[in-house]
């Protein structure tokens, strides 16, 4: 049996109906271009394939300048079984999750950045093999001293080395906020994985996170 880091906000809903909310690329990296949105297969399922991105070594990465999955939504991460880490920044503004985010690479972790903050509310699942990574940082570390930044002014190396860390640069205010403004459980299930959220600022209403 795999081992799964699962963020689970899952109560009742704040409204049933299916809020439509949108995947768009940036164009700094993949096949995409700018302002080009990600399929939604069946209307509801957004297909986040290698193409969209770029490969190096074991890590996948991915630009948005809109990540927003809304209720009743799905958004999956593909790829070759040699990757291990999906690296996926965003670069446009705060992103709203409400329905469900899944990678189906075996044993891969996500790491997840905005700079300008995350909002987790009622029906918010995050499903992958690995470790979910989820930060307003401005830069993703790695070992030989790259650096993947969540600007777009900023030169990025998209390395093949291990993943070191998150880091902020002076004035960074994103919030990562799980609000669920009803009675919730938010959890994590995992025999060998973390949940890693690393902001300067993070809050949590009518939230529990639990971590084995």
Excluded: C
């Excluded at 600007?151 to 799980?178: K, R, V, Y």
Aim: without cysteine; hydrophobic residues 40%.
């Amino acid at each position: 049996m795999n081992s799964k880091s699962t963020l689970l906000l899952a109560a009742a809903l704040l409204s049933p109906a299916i809020v439509h909310a949108d995947v768009i690329l940036d164009g700094s990296i993949g096949s995409g271009g700018l302002g080009d949105s990600v399929s939604a297969g069946g209307g509801f399922t957004y297909n986040i394939t290698p193409e969209l991105g770029q490969q190096a070594g074991s890590n996948l990465f991915h630009s948005f300048s809109q990540f927003n999955i809304g209720i009743g939504e799905h958004a999956n991460f593909s790829g070759p079984a040699a990757v291990s880490n999906l690296v996926s920044r965003v670069t446009g503004g705060e992103s709203s999750i409400a329905g469900k985010i899944t990678a189906s690479i075996s044993g891969a972790s996500l790491w997840l950045v905005n700079p300008a903050g995350f909002l987790f509310t009622n029906g918010a699942v995050v499903d992958v093999d690995g470790t979910f990574h989820l930060s307003t940082g401005d830069f993703v570390e790695f070992s030989d001293g790259a650096r993947y930044f969540s600007s777009l002014s900023a030169s990025s190396t998209l390395s093949t080395s291990d993943i070191t860390s998150f880091g902020f640069l002076a004035g960074s205010q994103g919030t990562i906020a799980i609000d669920s403004r009803r009675d919730i459980t938010g959890e994590v299930y995992s025999a060998g994985h973390n949940l890693n959220i690393n902001a300067d600022f993070i809050t949590m209403r009518d939230a529990d996170l639990r971590a084995q």
